[in-house]
């Protein structure tokens, strides 16, 4: 796990380098063939979470009609095969995990375009869609998804980007340069914060418990985070929405309860100070992974991310210290990440409508 979070810049740069050729086939071919005009990314466990955020990166930035739901909902719950011109795109590290598989079957039965996004081009997603492009990265070789995970997410975003400009809409600003800044900037958070993340494991030692807190793209970010600390030590996380914390959820906070908080610097970070200090008043113990000053000055165990590093893809960048955590307090509790106990590298169980 440990090798493969480090692994995270190399995969980046081979995504914008190698891959991106490919992604630019499919989708001018998924184009040509239909002209979708409804996105839908799937997923199970982390592939889900990994399309989450594209998903919010398509409807917020590309200005595409995009839903991203686990695979499941869709075998249950599928469109309509005419409405709205709907395209499937299915995550899937292996490619053969069983309820993304059947998603994927179940739209080409409708007549939906499907788009199969893996690290393994021989398995049964790859070879069943209809359009497949090579992530060109090694897979992780632990049952815990780190740099498939950040490269998948990638990929989708590249893929939703090819489709814009087919569709003629007008992309963010700067987006060209702040992807191909991504591989440095990958490397420059792990460099700062690897050290920062093991201080936070040694300072945990009475916490019991964890809450994640994020909003817009790193809201997925924190889901992946959450779930990352309970695959690898067990521990008991959950994740909200920043905002929607006060609602209802903040009745539980009291001393053993840490609240890790990525608060990037944007027009969000008064509002989410705020909140910040209403937890700390209550006991809990406040953890914000930002590169805000307002936040980094007032909480004085922030992980601090660098203020370099591009705020477009802030939720790729993000979830580095969220792995990081995960690993060193597995490592500290004496667990194995890389074997977690029930845990398997796909789920086969079948799954029908």
């Given at each position: 796990m440990i090798k493969e979070i480090h692994e995270q810049p190399n995969a980046f740069e081979r995504i914008l380098t190698h891959t991106r050729d490919g992604i630019r086939t499919v989708a001018l071919e998924a184009w040509k063939r239909k002209r979708p005009n409804t996105f839908y990314l799937v997923g199970c466990g982390s592939s889900y979470y990994a399309a989450m955020i594209p998903g919010f990166y398509y409807e917020y930035y590309l200005g595409l009609n995009t839903v991203a739901m686990p695979s499941s909902e869709f075998v249950w719950y599928a469109p309509k095969p005419n409405a709205n011109a709907p395209i499937l795109i299915a995550l899937s590290r292996s490619g053969k995990t069983s309820e993304t598989v059947e998603a994927t079957r179940k739209a080409k039965k409708s007549g939906i375009p499907t788009v199969a996004v893996t690290s393994d081009q021989k398995s049964t997603m790859a070879e069943e869609c209809d359009y497949s492009f090579d992530l060109g990265i090694p897979t992780d070789q632990s049952v815990i998804m780190t740099k498939t995970f950040t490269a998948s997410a990638l990929a989708s975003f590249l893929l939703g980007v090819e489709f814009a400009k087919l569709r003629n809409e007008v992309l963010p600003k700067n987006a060209e340069d702040e992807m191909s800044r991504l591989p440095a900037d990958a490397k420059d958070v792990i460099e700062n914060v690897e050290g920062q993340a093991?201080?936070?494991?040694?300072?945990?030692?009475?916490?019991?418990?964890?809450?994640?807190?994020?909003?817009?793209?790193?809201?997925?970010?924190?889901?992946?985070?959450?779930?990352?600390?309970?695959?690898?030590?067990?521990?008991?996380?959950?994740?909200?929405?920043?905002?929607?914390?006060?609602?209802?959820?903040?009745?539980?906070?009291?001393?053993?309860?840490?609240?890790?908080?990525?608060?990037?610097?944007?027009?969000?970070?008064?509002?989410?100070?705020?909140?910040?200090?209403?937890?700390?008043?209550?006991?809990?113990?406040?953890?914000?992974?930002?590169?805000?000053?307002?936040?980094?000055?007032?909480?004085?165990?922030?992980?601090r991310m660098p203020r370099s590093i591009s705020p477009l893809f802030s939720a790729l960048l993000y979830m580095i210290p969220m792995q990081l955590f995960a690993y060193y307090h597995a490592v500290d509790k004496g667990f194995n990440p890389d074997e977690p106990r029930n845990l398997s590298r796909y789920v086969t169980t079948e799954i029908k409508a």
């Open positions: 093991k201080k936070a494991v040694e300072a945990s030692g009475s916490i019991s418990r964890y809450i994640y807190l994020g909003s817009g793209a790193c809201y997925p970010a924190c889901l992946e985070g959450a779930l990352k600390l309970r695959e690898t030590s067990y521990g008991a996380s959950e994740t909200y929405h920043s905002m929607e914390f006060r609602h209802g959820p903040f009745a539980e906070l009291q001393k053993g309860i840490q609240v890790f908080a990525i608060v990037p610097r944007g027009k969000a970070v008064t509002q989410q100070l705020t909140l910040l200090k209403e937890i700390n008043a209550t006991g809990a113990t406040v953890v914000p992974i930002s590169d805000a000053p307002e936040i980094i000055s007032h909480f004085k165990n922030s992980i």
